[in-house]
């Protein structure tokens, strides 16, 4: 599979480096970012098919993105 680079703040680089460190489920940052990732994608999927459109619209609005 094709990787891309992302940037992120070295804060949560920090954070999270210290999680991984901290135990022997993941070996890299990089591992943990992409498990993290995959987890949110897989519940805004569930997300999606359960609330529908009009949720999510709402949804957003309360975020600020419309």
Do not use: C
Request: proline share 0%.
């Amino acid at each position: 599979m094709a990787k891309v680079k992302i940037e992120i703040s070295e804060e949560i680089y920090r954070k999270i480096k210290d999680i991984v460190e901290k135990t022997e489920e993941f070996s890299s940052v990089e591992e943990y970012v992409e498990f993290v990732l995959e987890e949110v994608l897989k519940e805004d999927e569930e997300e999606i098919n359960e609330e529908g459109e009009e949720k999510i619209k709402d949804r957003l609005k309360d975020l600020g993105y419309l």
